[in-house]
């Protein structure tokens, strides 16, 4: 397991459901009049690996940029570790670490001297024993003395991992972070920032590999036009808004669903080879399939074999960014059409 410990009072390291990230009223608009971000409201628990999700231009750089500081909002407040990204500047920002999507390495530098000066940034002292640590769990140790130039992509985007584990952040952002890197070093990524939480860190990972986010994320948020569209629990997420699809394989190609099977949300597929029945994946008692079963039966329509899908985290996400069918108070007013620069 990864040796880095993020440094948290040890009365905090018990419980990690505080929450260590706060943004009230966020708001991020532009001289030409664009609205980058509307009015944003989250809560970050501290140690959770959360996952922030949307498509191109939705805002999520932006948001990231301002809790670290890189950008400066227009209206709202946030807060890191209970300090204003603001009014206290510094210390607020020496609890982030952030890995940008874009690499960003001074090609001529060594790797071992550019995250030993990325710790001395934030007035850490040496520590040569903990930069040996970071670069040994990275697998960057053997490295040390290479040009960052001299490596591949997925070396480099390491090198800034590395960077930014450095000073001991207790939150670290992760932008695309397996953005150009291949199956293997994206499992390697995985196990990382597994790793990483168990020491106490709080990851907060953007991707547009849903994948990622359904393997690792204990909370989702979806941002789409500058607007948080939902915050919820993965696994609660998915067994509020997933559905199940029942696919029965007939034994008859039928060319229209018989009326007496209206009391279902059924569909033939593939030349009415297919009988799909698509039901909602909360209903466990009464979902409808044992009657549909006995329906079919009573009407002497065969099948000759059937299967079930959940739907995924992937399904999921382009149904909130495309149709906005939302339960009451679960989304705030549709998204305009504006995008983030």
């Not at 930014?164 to 397996?178: I, K, M, Q, S």
Request: with cysteine; glycine share 10%; net charge negative.
């Amino acid at each position: 397991m990864l040796g880095y410990r993020a440094v948290i009072p040890p009365e905090k390291r018990i419980t990690f459901m505080s929450s260590i990230i706060s943004v009230r009223g966020l708001r991020k608009s532009y001289a030409s009049g664009h609205i980058a971000l509307h009015g944003i409201d989250l809560d970050i628990r501290e140690g959770e690996i959360f996952a922030l999700l949307g498509p191109n231009g939705a805002g999520k750089t932006t948001l990231i940029s301002i809790i670290c500081g890189l950008v400066t909002p227009t209206e709202g407040q946030v807060t890191v570790g209970g300090r204003d990204i603001i009014r206290d500047y510094k210390a607020a920002r020496r609890q982030v670490g952030l890995v940008p999507q874009e690499l960003q390495n001074d090609a001529f530098d060594k790797v071992l001297a550019t995250v030993r000066f990325s710790r001395g940034l934030f007035g850490r002292p040496r520590d040569d024993a903990l930069i040996e640590k970071i670069l040994h769990d990275l697998t960057l140790w053997d490295k040390r003395d290479a040009k960052i130039m001299e490596l591949s992509g997925g070396m480099k985007r390491r090198v800034m991992i590395a960077k930014a584990l450095a000073h001991e952040p207790r939150v670290l952002f992760l932008d695309e972070p397996t953005a150009g890197v291949d199956v293997e070093l994206r499992k390697d990524m995985w196990r990382l920032v597994r790793d990483l939480r168990e020491t106490g860190v709080t990851i907060i990972l953007t991707t547009h590999y849903i994948e990622e986010a359904e393997e690792m994320a204990d909370r989702v948020g979806v941002i789409n036009g500058g607007r948080l569209v939902l915050v919820d629990e993965k696994e609660a997420l998915m067994h509020k808004l997933g559905t199940k699809t029942l696919t029965l394989h007939l034994a008859e190609p039928m060319e229209d669903v018989p009326a007496e099977l209206a009391d279902w949300n059924l569909s033939l597929q593939s030349g009415g080879r297919d009988l799909e029945y698509l039901f909602d994946a909360r209903a466990r008692e009464g979902s409808g399939v044992p009657a549909l079963m006995h329906r079919l039966e009573a009407l002497g329509i065969g099948y000759t074999d059937l299967s079930t899908r959940q739907s995924s985290l992937e399904d999921i996400f382009v149904g909130l960014v495309h149709s906005g069918d939302m339960a009451p108070g679960e989304m705030v007013p549709p998204p305009g059409k504006e995008t983030t620069p």
